[in-house]
């Protein structure tokens, strides 16, 4: 069996699966939700540095509040060193977090024209600029980016390392593909046996097979992003497949009854709808649902009934009387 504590990128990890900043979707319900599966490691929502400086309520409300058990990565937008830091710094003198991740992979043109995500990929000079203002904030620097061209790639790679980031997490995908197609994951096979112990894979993580191939190729970790919503029980389902501990809590939904999907569905939309709004209960609450039961009885039906409740009491309460459905 593998054990799950390790210590990854100057963070002690509970196991080398971790959730992925989805914009809109990874708040801190969404977030205690995986880290209750077994995810090692969770991460805020993208946050701009500019925001913050700027007093933004809607930026700062993302920051979330400071009971939040870590461990928990920060990942922020900036076009440079200067905005980062100051950005950087009103986060942490809101509550904790256990690393700070520059986002240099956002594909999005409202990000890129303003010199931010993806576009530092073009500007070398103050990626690594940034990663050493930020270093000296006293924790560890993680930088999200997206494979260009290979030689491009491993140059870009060995120049944040050099500039001091402690660990790279790589988006198989250009920013030209922003998120279509298939992500390449040879290349970031192949960028973590260039580079040992520093390299976390991102892209196209559906199945333990896929979070396999890329840990046994050298990635010290791989994120869930998409493969989360699709799933919502991918991370114990794939710690269980790649022989990891697990507590009998979290065994139980690597292979889950209909009742204890139901449970979670509503578990989470409960907790949603107190903390971030109904709105955010119920779509991410039929965004789970469409990927449950395949093959029961009655599913569909199920979804279809989610999909007409405009408020969550009702979509709770029609779940909670699910106890016949799919047996």
């Known amino acids: 069996m593998n054990r799950l504590e390790r210590r990854i990128g100057g963070v002690g990890v509970r196991s080398p699966i971790w959730l992925a900043p989805l914009a809109g979707v990874t708040t801190r319900t969404f977030r205690e939700f995986h880290?209750?599966?077994?995810?090692?490691?969770?991460?805020?929502?993208?946050?701009?540095?500019?925001g913050l400086t700027h007093g933004n309520k809607k930026t700062r409300d993302m920051i979330g509040d400071d009971d939040e058990p870590g461990p928990v990565a920060l990942q922020l937008f900036a076009p440079d060193g200067e905005e980062l830091v100051r950005g950087a710094g009103i986060a942490l003198g809101m509550r904790r977090f256990d690393v700070i991740e520059i986002n240099m992979a956002c594909p999005m043109p409202k990000v890129t024209k303003r010199g931010s995500g993806a576009y530092l990929l073009e500007n070398p000079r103050e990626a690594g600029?940034?990663?050493?203002?930020?270093?000296?904030?006293?924790l560890p620097v993680w930088v999200k980016l997206r494979k260009t061209s290979p030689q491009g790639t491993a140059?870009?790679?060995?120049?944040?390392?050099?500039?001091?980031?402690?660990?790279?997490?790589?988006?198989?995908?250009?920013?030209?593909?922003?998120?279509?197609?298939?992500?390449?994951?040879?290349i970031v096979c192949r960028m973590?046996?260039?580079?040992?112990?520093?390299?976390?894979?991102?892209?196209?993580?559906?199945?333990?097979?896929?979070?396999?191939?890329?840990?046994?190729?050298g990635c010290v970790a791989v994120l869930a992003a998409r493969g989360s919503l699709r799933d919502a029980f991918l991370i114990p389902k794939t710690l269980a497949a790649l022989g990891f501990e697990i507590s009998e809590d979290i065994r139980k939904y690597v292979n889950p009854a209909p009742r204890d999907q139901l449970d979670a569905v509503i578990s989470i939309g409960r907790a949603g709808s107190a903390?971030?709004?109904?709105?955010?209960?119920?779509?991410?609450?039929?965004?789970?649902?469409a990927?449950?039961?395949?093959?029961?009885?009655?599913?569909?039906?199920?979804?279809?009934?989610?999909?007409?409740?405009?408020?969550?009491?009702?979509?709770?309460?029609?779940?909670?009387?699910?106890?016949?459905i799919m047996l």
Not at 36 to 50: F, N, Q
Not at 202 to 217: I, K, N, R
Not at 315 to 323: A, H, I, K, V
Request: with cysteine; hydrophobic share 40%; aromatic share 8%.
């Open 35 to 50: 880290r209750r599966l077994g995810a090692g490691l969770v991460h805020t929502e993208m946050i701009s540095a500019i």
């Open 129 to 138: 600029r940034m990663v050493s203002a930020l270093k000296s904030l006293g």
């Open 192 to 217: 973590a046996g260039m580079f040992p112990g520093m390299l976390a894979a991102s892209g196209d993580f559906y199945g333990p097979e896929d979070a396999g191939a890329y840990l046994g190729a």
């Open 275 to 289: 903390r971030e709004g109904e709105r955010f209960a119920i779509v991410l609450a039929r965004r789970m649902l």
């Open 291 to 324: 990927g449950m039961f395949k093959g029961f009885t009655g599913a569909g039906t199920l979804r279809q009934e989610c999909a007409a409740c405009k408020k969550w009491v009702d979509m709770e309460e029609f779940l909670t009387g699910q106890n016949d």
């Open 155 to 186: 140059d870009f790679c060995r120049m944040l390392i050099d500039s001091g980031t402690d660990l790279l997490i790589l988006h198989g995908r250009t920013p030209a593909q922003r998120y279509d197609g298939a992500a390449d994951k040879e």
